[in-house]
């Protein structure tokens, strides 16, 4: 039978930090993402309200960097916000003047 060469732990550990290092330096040296560089931080505003078709509680919440607005309502059942709509403000506007 022959043994197996069994790293030390000290040395077992010394050569996973370089393997972590290394993929550290991989992925911090890569390309950024597109939309980190395209997308501004934004700036927020939120109102409560109702929502038309039922009687819970909705969050209007406006990007005003991005300008988009999203409503969001919470699912009592499922302790859940989920989403109602998503405008893109330039967008819209640009719908309602080709309209006129």
Same mark, same amino acid.
């Given at each position: ?52 078709? /039922?009687?819970? *509680?909705?969050? +209007? ?6 300008? $988009?607005? &999203?409503?969001? =309502? ?5 302790? /859940?916000?989920? *989403?109602?709509? +998503? ?6 506007? $640009?719908? &309602?003047?080709? =309209?006129?």
């Amino acid at each position: 039978m022959r043994h197996k060469k069994i790293l030390k732990p000290k040395h077992a550990l010394i050569v996973l930090n370089l393997i972590l290092l290394g993929i550290l330096g991989f992925v911090s040296l890569g390309p950024s993402a597109v939309a980190q560089s395209t997308r501004s931080r934004g700036q927020y505003l939120m109102v409560g309200g109702k929502y038309v078709m /039922n009687q819970a *509680g909705v969050a +209007y919440i406006l990007d005003q960097s991005n300008q $988009e607005l &999203i409503s969001l =309502s919470w699912n009592d059942s499922s302790k /859940n916000l989920f *989403g109602i709509g +998503y405008r893109n403000i330039p967008k819209v506007v $640009e719908q &309602i003047q080709k =309209s006129r």
